[in-house]
């Protein structure tokens, strides 16, 4: 399976226990030409931003082991731009998945901010 569908793979399967632990999916793959937000989603009226790291086998190291100041910066120029673009004047959160395994069964979920 190529890199995009395996990460696509991977946002599925954390959009899915995203709902199964009571939160709406608003979106995933929320792009505009300067940044992007593998999930948008939304929980007693906090919506969060949730980046997505896979790792096959923990060989590769931790999923968050990837979230570096530079992805930092990223998403909180993202998580902005898309509060600006919907007019969100609640509370939001950044946060990320680690996901591992062949069938991506290993979901580990973590904010940043």
């Known amino acids: ?26 979106t995933q793959n929320w792009r505009t030409k300067t940044c992007e937000i593998d999930i948008v989603a939304q929980k007693n009226r906090v919506v969060y931003f949730v980046e997505v790291k896979y790792r096959f086998a923990s060989a590769q190291g931790d999923g968050f082991d990837y979230i570096t100041q530079g992805k930092l910066k990223q998403m909180h120029y993202a998580a902005q731009v898309w509060v600006s673009e919907h007019n969100w004047n609640g509370d939001y959160r950044l946060a990320a998945a680690a996901v591992s395994g062949d069938s991506y069964q290993n979901i580990e979920i973590i904010e940043i901010d």
């Open 1 to 26: 399976m190529k890199s995009t569908a395996t990460g696509r793979s991977a946002e599925t399967a954390v959009a899915e226990y995203l709902v199964r632990q009571g939160y709406k999916v608003i």
